[in-house]
């Protein structure tokens, strides 16, 4: 087997690269994750969202035995910790104080995306790739003498099995997700709520609906290339107070619009007069539901939680995925029905006191974040069902 890095995922056929990230999608279903496919890597890179200027520069590591591509992952060099979800500022900040030197470091990471995944993909008759795979990126760091090498949501089978395998230090943190219980109906998942938070609910979106505003749902060739004029004006707006500058290009849209249409969903609310003045853009895969940016041009009472969560959750149930997954952060998602969930990551530190401390500070953390899962959920909106006695 033969290690080798690439310049971007578009020095590889889609199909070569989607054969180890979607293998599902095969025999034409849907990806499970839409964000590690060819297109969605490779709008990035060709829009200029990542490559040179933008500290996010890709350099994919793929495992090779001869001409057959047998792992990959989504490789990066960072110039700084902007976009990933699972920050290290205060890492970085320590490691610095100390006269240390934290970056460049290696990430293995979908930029800007905090949605678990698989971030070592190996061929599915070739699992052994996968711990060669872990090993080239290890030895990658250790060889170039950077101080790091994360990967970032990974699925929760990953950090387990690697961290015990390879002495990586497993981070635990959590986002808000929302679940399907075969519910048919928004009314059916009310009922499961408490009397209030139903109340809470309705209550949001009358006053939403209230505004005048039509809301629509549009996915697929239902998307055109003039809603992305409307949607950047949106992303830009809550690029500019959330991050200072956005993440993405103009032109990521268009090559989405291209090549993903198919895997998004973008709910659009619109004046009598047509103009849109409020957007949330989610992403379709299998099982999930993926809430990724919202913005709005005019403020409208309640019309985020509508856009955001209210409507993901109608989509969900009419096309029975078993989940929505609403983004980092945000304990105002828990009243909405989102429970915390947790989320994974993966980290390998060369420096043998630095690692110590951050072992220390990652299990306090997990005590932490263990304890904050079970408080919340325990306040979490749903009735609670008392057995008979």
């Not at 991050?243 to 290009?249: A, H, I, V």
């Not at 856009?307 to 105002?332: F, K, N, S, T």
């Given at each position: 087997?033969?290690?080798?890095?690439?310049?971007?995922?578009?020095?590889?056929?889609?199909?070569?690269?989607?054969?180890?990230?979607?293998?599902?999608?095969?025999?034409?279903?849907?990806?499970?994750?839409?964000?590690?496919?060819?297109?969605?890597?490779?709008?990035?890179?060709?829009?200029?969202?990542?490559?040179?200027?933008?500290?996010?520069?890709?350099?994919?590591?793929?495992?090779?035995?001869?001409?057959?591509?047998?792992?990959?992952?989504?490789?990066?060099?960072?110039?700084?910790?902007?976009?990933?979800?699972?920050?290290?500022?205060?890492?970085?900040?320590?490691?610095?104080?100390?006269?240390?030197?934290?970056?460049?470091k290696l990430q293995i990471a979908v930029p800007f995306t905090p949605a678990t995944g698989r971030r070592f993909l190996a061929a599915p008759d070739a699992p052994h790739a996968r711990d060669t795979l872990v090993e080239a990126a290890i030895h990658l760091a250790r060889?170039?003498?950077?101080?790091?090498?994360?990967?970032?949501?990974?699925?929760?089978?990953?950090?387990?099995?690697?961290?015990?395998?390879?002495?990586?230090?497993?981070?635990?943190?959590?986002?808000?997700?929302?679940?399907?219980?075969?519910?048919?109906?928004?009314?059916?998942?009310?009922?499961?709520?408490?009397?209030?938070?139903?109340?809470?609910?309705?209550?949001?979106?009358?006053?939403?609906?209230?505004?005048?505003?039509?809301?629509?749902?549009?996915?697929?060739?239902?998307?055109?290339?003039?809603?992305?004029?409307?949607?950047?004006?949106?992303?830009?707006d809550t690029g500019a107070r959330k991050w200072g500058t956005p993440y993405l290009t103009r032109r990521f849209f268009t090559h989405a619009q291209e090549t993903m249409r198919a895997d998004m969903l973008l709910v659009l609310a619109e004046r009598p007069d047509g103009?849109?003045?409020?957007?949330?853009?989610?992403?379709?895969?299998?099982?999930?539901?993926?809430?990724?940016?919202?913005?709005?041009?005019?403020?409208?009472?309640?019309?985020?939680?509508?856009?955001?969560?209210?409507?993901?959750?109608?989509?969900?149930?009419?096309?029975?995925?078993?989940?929505?997954?609403?983004?980092?952060?945000?304990?105002?998602?828990?009243?909405?029905?989102?429970?915390?969930?947790?989320?994974?990551?993966?980290?390998?530190?060369?420096?043998?006191?630095?690692?110590?401390?951050?072992?220390?500070?990652?299990?306090?953390?997990?005590?932490?974040?263990?304890?904050?899962?079970?408080?919340?959920t325990a306040y979490g909106p749903f009735r609670r069902i008392t057995a008979e006695t």
């Amino acid at each position: 087997m033969e290690t080798h890095l690439l310049d971007s995922v578009t020095d590889l056929p889609a199909a070569q690269w989607d054969a180890l990230a979607c293998p599902e999608a095969a025999t034409g279903a849907r990806p499970i994750d839409p964000f590690t496919t060819h297109r969605f890597l490779a709008a990035l890179d060709a829009s200029g969202s990542t490559g040179s200027g933008t500290g996010w520069q890709p350099r994919p590591l793929v495992i090779r035995d001869g001409d057959r591509l047998l792992a990959a992952t989504p490789l990066y060099v960072k110039s700084h910790s902007q976009g990933e979800y699972i920050f290290d500022h205060g890492w970085a900040q320590a490691f610095e104080r100390a006269g240390g030197r934290y970056y460049p470091k290696l990430q293995i990471a979908v930029p800007f995306t905090p949605a678990t995944g698989r971030r070592f993909l190996a061929a599915p008759d070739a699992p052994h790739a996968r711990d060669t795979l872990v090993e080239a990126a290890i030895h990658l760091a250790r060889s170039n003498r950077l101080s790091s090498l994360h990967a970032t949501f990974c699925t929760g089978e990953e950090a387990e099995t690697l961290a015990a395998r390879y002495g990586l230090l497993h981070r635990v943190t959590q986002q808000f997700h929302w679940e399907n219980r075969g519910y048919a109906t928004f009314d059916d998942f009310l009922g499961d709520l408490s009397s209030r938070k139903r109340k809470m609910i309705r209550k949001e979106r009358e006053t939403a609906r209230a505004s005048g505003l039509t809301i629509r749902q549009l996915t697929g060739d239902e998307i055109e290339p003039h809603h992305w004029d409307a949607f950047w004006a949106f992303y830009q707006d809550t690029g500019a107070r959330k991050w200072g500058t956005p993440y993405l290009t103009r032109r990521f849209f268009t090559h989405a619009q291209e090549t993903m249409r198919a895997d998004m969903l973008l709910v659009l609310a619109e004046r009598p007069d047509g103009t849109p003045v409020a957007g949330a853009l989610n992403f379709i895969g299998r099982d999930t539901l993926f809430g990724r940016y919202w913005g709005c041009i005019e403020d409208h009472p309640c019309l985020h939680f509508e856009l955001c969560y209210y409507q993901a959750i109608d989509w969900a149930i009419a096309h029975h995925l078993p989940r929505v997954e609403a983004g980092a952060q945000g304990e105002h998602k828990l009243a909405r029905g989102y429970l915390p969930t947790p989320v994974h990551s993966l980290h390998w530190i060369a420096d043998p006191g630095f690692r110590k401390a951050v072992a220390d500070y990652l299990q306090a953390e997990r005590r932490a974040v263990d304890e904050e899962i079970e408080v919340l959920t325990a306040y979490g909106p749903f009735r609670r069902i008392t057995a008979e006695t």
